[in-house]
């Protein structure tokens, strides 16, 4: 009769005092080991149609879209990511001083808050432009991948969209207000990595 294994999986170990047979204990180690170990299939439709009774804690690999799935006991889900976070790294050029930053990531999404002052002169709103501006530059790590991300800010009193560049440079742009010194301006920005 197969014993358990250490572990406590469920797992069916061959036993000196059962009868010989090598392809049954090869089968029941397979029966045990495969459906804990990460499957790979071409695509959710190819594991379908190969497991039709999947086990709560099953995990799988599908190669089409690069994405390891976990059965829950009723339906195939991503593992959820580990939420990391910063508040160290910005910088700020003249004109600006930093009150306060914070950036979470949580798998490929990212969001930032920053919190600066005005402390240069004011930055005059003309129908809804002001003069490109930088305030501030993500740390590495914490900035877009692909492209240029638009964001928004707002001061309380006026606001307006910014953008970060691949650089992690974030450039004021446009605001419904002028951006006058000593004053309040938040940022916010929330962005996929794609790598």
Request: proline letters at 6%; charged letters at 15%.
């Amino acid at each position: 009769m197969p014993t358990q294994d250490d572990y406590a999986q469920d797992i069916d170990l061959i036993s000196l005092t059962d009868a010989p047979d090598i392809p049954k204990a090869i089968t029941d180690l397979a029966a045990g080991v495969i459906p804990r170990s990460v499957m790979r299939f071409a695509s959710a439709s190819a594991r379908g149609a190969t497991l039709t009774a999947p086990v709560e804690g099953m995990p799988t690999w599908l190669q089409d879209v690069n994405r390891l799935e976990v059965y829950d006991g009723s339906a195939w889900v991503t593992p959820p990511q580990t939420l990391t976070s910063t508040t160290s790294g910005l910088s700020v050029p003249s004109g600006f001083s930093l009150n306060d930053f914070a950036a979470y990531r949580e798998g490929r999404v990212i969001a930032v808050d920053v919190y600066l002052s005005r402390t240069g002169a004011t930055i005059p709103e003309d129908d809804g432009n002001i003069v490109d501006t930088v305030c501030c530059t993500l740390p590495s790590g914490w900035r877009p991948t692909h492209q240029t991300i638009n964001g928004t800010w707002d001061s309380g009193v006026a606001g307006g969209g910014f953008v970060v560049g691949t650089d992690g440079v974030c450039t004021l742009r446009s605001a419904t207000g002028d951006i006058s010194n000593g004053s309040n301006v938040r940022l916010h920005v929330v962005f996929i990595k794609t790598t």
